[in-house]
Nanobody, 124 residues
């Protein structure tokens, strides 16, 4: 079992920055990848970014490339999402998720466990 706890969400003006954290506990050593997803009201959950624990390769949604950066701290079992140049359309609940196996990195169904989410609101 793995537990994920997100933090760092909040209210920020357009153009501002936030850093989200996803702290993992439990059986973390078998994790293949950790991803960030977001879900706005009335919309489907969408992929934001992901990082693989072995090698550290990353993937980003086109909508956040150049503005968001995903990183990890192995010693702390924590994944971060640095979000810069935020836009009102980035407003959503942000979730982190982990996968045990190599799957489709941008597909929510291919992740095995999820955090509870953290709200990010960007005002114009």
């Amino acid at each position: 079992q793995v537990q994920l706890v997100e933090s760092g969400g909040g209210l920020v003006q357009a153009g501002g920055s936030l850093r989200l954290s996803c702290a993992a506990s439990g059986r973390t050593f078998s994790t293949y990848a950790t991803g960030w997803f977001r879900q706005a009201p009335g919309k489907e959950r969408e992929f934001v970014a992901a990082i693989r624990w072995s090698g550290g390769s990353t993937n980003y949604a086109d909508s956040v490339k150049g503005r968001f950066t995903i990183s990890r701290d192995n010693a702390k079992n924590t994944v971060y999402l640095q979000m810069n140049s935020l836009k009102p359309e980035d407003t959503a609940v942000y979730y982190c998720a982990g996968s045990w196996y190599r799957g489709r990195i941008g597909v929510p169904d291919d992740y095995d466990y999820w955090g509870q989410g953290t709200q990010v609101t960007v005002s114009s």
